[in-house]
């Protein structure tokens, strides 16, 4: 795992600060089991990047999608999420390869965790805590994520 300094990390949150107002997000829609869930899109560094940091609430049926370009362990850290979320990882076909459950608000320079899963996923997507209990998602279970715009430009890259 990678060591992040404590000025990196100042100087990145002051970054995403800025760039909250002014980065919008794509919306569109996965289901599971029939349920669909609004998501926003976090498909470019700068959306990752700030992810749901900064947010206040994120309402039930809603979430953020990362989408990658590669098949990879992809970490998530939790700097200045103010909200508990379930985050769940997922390979180019929507099936689930790893689950963190109720990853708790982060909200400090230095308090805060990375999660980093050692299977590949190529999107991963974050949904208020609970959301896994509630509707009984598990790993290998499949999220269909054939709706998701833009989605197929990048299913199978390795």
């Known amino acids: 795992m990678k ?8 100087r990145r949150t002051l970054k995403l600060m800025v760039y909250y107002r002014t980065i919008s997000f794509r919306h569109t829609s996965i289901s599971y089991r029939g349920r669909e869930f609004g998501v926003e899109m976090a498909d470019t560094r700068e959306k990752m990047q700030l992810g749901l940091s900064f947010r206040k609430e994120l309402p039930r049926d809603r979430g953020i999608v990362f ?10 850290w939790m700097l200045n999420t103010t909200i508990s979320l379930d985050i769940i ?3 180019a ?7 963190e459950e109720r990853a708790p608000p982060r909200r400090s320079l230095t ?9 590949r996923s190529l999107y991963v997507i974050e949904f208020p ?3 896994v209990e509630k509707y009984g998602m598990t ?16 299913r199978g890259k390795t």
Do not use: C, N, Q
């Not at 060591?3 to 100042?10: I, S």
């Not at 370009?69 to 992809?74: G, R, T, V």
């Not at 076909?93 to 689950?99: A, D, Y």
């Open 3 to 10: 060591k992040y300094g404590f000025w990196f990390l100042a």
């Open 67 to 76: 989408v990658y370009k590669k098949l990879e362990p992809h970490i998530i």
């Open 89 to 91: 990882w997922l390979d």
């Open 93 to 99: 076909r929507g099936r689930i390869v790893h689950l």
């Open 111 to 119: 308090d805060f965790k990375i999660f980093e899963p050692t299977e």
């Open 129 to 131: 805590a609970g959301t």
């Open 139 to 154: 790993k290998g279970s499949t999220i269909d994520i054939t709706h998701m715009a833009g989605s197929s430009e990048h």
